[in-house]
């Protein structure tokens, strides 16, 4: 099949054999070289075992990096190059060819030899430029490292250069494109649009279209580099072979059901920088079945929103975690939902506990001493909760 290599074609037990083998002497590592061990990494025997080992979030890396600098204590190899995100918080990259494995996604684009990348992603302290990049020169592209602004000079280098493919944010093409109709310049060889860092919006994919550009999306991070990809147009992306991504509910460790939405968690099975079970902070969803593109790996259904729902009640943050230490001290509880709101003289806070419990008073009690709040408790049935990966509803503006 074109452009799909026998990674992405494999069965479903042919993957999990492989990226487990993979996975466990990661783990040994970490456990080795860490200053504090991953509690449970010895008790990984399948994939489905990665839920008993704790989530690493940003914030978890920030502090450690302060600690410990640069990354913290993770055990890295191969580290030719340095950046830093907002937090800050420092990420590694190295040399060998598609490093951060976006190269699937640009193949699946028909990104190849004889195509000229413009690749208007920043090389300023973030990664983002040197991940797309690293990636067209493994696919065989050449590349001209625009980075963002001066869109005048973009548009004449793009016309100069003959760039084939546009690479960058989903709106940055188009601000391209009106100022070289301003100029009068064709950049009609432009016929490929592989974008990322902002929402595609589907009037947007359409405009390109409209002019004979091909615009898919792919999804990554600084930490764990990519994600998942599209490989046609509103399609579920597909997620790469080098990640293995969990559905948790937010403030949990604890995968949902297929289908339901849920925190965005990846473990990178990158030997040089291995981060295991890292929060990306997004929702989104696993979709079922498999894509017609012939790859066989699980699809998600893009992002839906972010995990961080912490909300400022009467002066106090409530954050996901503690709805999720609060579902934690009575096993009955199925689920939790806090529906934060105002009747315009002070805020209000409705918990809405899925359960066939009734004792009500000791629900309240646990209410006031995790979430240091007091609020109204609803108890409904099980199923009740809309599995929409919220947790924390600020009904506040919507009123």
């Given at each position: 099949m074109k452009n799909l290599d026998h990674l992405e074609v494999r069965s479903a037990d042919e993957r999990e054999a492989d990226q487990?083998?993979?996975?466990?002497?990661?783990?040994?590592?970490?456990?080795?070289?860490?200053?504090?061990?991953?509690?449970?990494?010895?008790?990984?025997q399948s994939l489905a075992d990665l839920r008993h080992l704790p989530v690493l979030r940003k914030s978890d890396l920030s502090t450690w990096q302060a600690e410990n600098p640069p990354f913290g204590g993770i055990p890295t190899k191969g580290v030719t190059r340095l950046f830093q995100s907002p937090g800050p918080i420092?990420?590694?990259?190295?040399?060998?060819?598609?490093?951060?494995?976006?190269?699937?996604f640009l193949r699946g684009l028909g990104i190849g030899a004889g195509d000229v990348v413009h690749n208007t992603f920043s090389y300023h302290f973030t990664p983002a430029g040197a991940m797309?990049?690293?990636?067209?020169?493994?696919?065989?592209?050449?590349?001209?490292?625009?980075?963002?602004?001066?869109?005048?000079?973009?548009?004449?280098?793009?016309?100069?250069?003959?760039a084939t493919v546009y690479a960058g944010t989903p709106d940055y093409l188009g601000a391209i494109l009106a100022k070289a109709d301003e100029m009068g310049v064709d950049?009609?060889?432009?016929?490929?649009?592989?974008?990322?860092?902002?929402?595609?919006?589907?009037?947007v994919r359409a405009a390109y279209a409209a002019r004979g550009i091909t615009c898919l999306q792919c999804y990554g991070t600084a930490d764990v580099g990519h994600i998942a990809y599209e490989t046609a147009a509103n399609a579920p992306?597909?997620?790469?072979?080098?990640a293995i991504v969990e559905i948790v509910t937010p403030g949990t460790g604890d995968p949902v059901a297929d289908g339901e939405v849920g925190?965005?968690?990846?473990?990178?099975?990158?030997?040089?920088?291995?981060?295991?079970?890292?929060?990306?902070?997004?929702?989104?969803?696993?979709?079922a079945g498999q894509s017609d593109c012939g790859r066989t790996n699980m699809r998600l259904a893009g992002w839906k929103g972010r995990a961080d729902q912490a909300t400022k009640v009467k002066g106090m943050f409530v954050r996901p975690e503690q709805v999720a230490r609060l579902v934690e001290r009575h096993p009955e509880i199925q689920r939790a939902r806090i529906e934060v709101g105002h009747n315009g003289k002070t805020d209000t806070m409705l918990v809405r506990l899925e359960t066939e419990g009734t004792d009500v008073a000791a629900y309240a009690a646990s209410i006031s001493e995790v979430l240091k709040l007091r609020g109204e408790v609803e108890t409904v049935s099980l199923g009740t909760l809309p599995r929409d990966g919220i947790v924390i509803a600020d009904l506040r503006e919507a009123g």
């Open positions: 487990l083998a993979q996975l466990l002497p990661l783990l040994a590592r970490i456990n080795e070289s860490a200053q504090s061990c991953l509690i449970g990494a010895d008790k990984v420092y990420e590694p990259g190295g040399s060998t060819p598609d490093w951060w494995r976006f190269g699937r797309f990049e690293s990636a067209a020169i493994a696919v065989g592209a050449q590349v001209f490292a625009a980075g963002p602004g001066q869109t005048e000079l973009q548009v004449r280098a793009a016309a100069d250069l003959r950049l009609s060889h432009i016929t490929k649009a592989a974008v990322s860092g902002g929402p595609l919006f589907p009037q992306m597909i997620v790469d072979e080098g925190e965005v968690v990846v473990t990178a099975l990158n030997t040089d920088y291995p981060l295991i079970r890292f929060a990306t902070g997004d929702l989104s969803a696993i979709v």
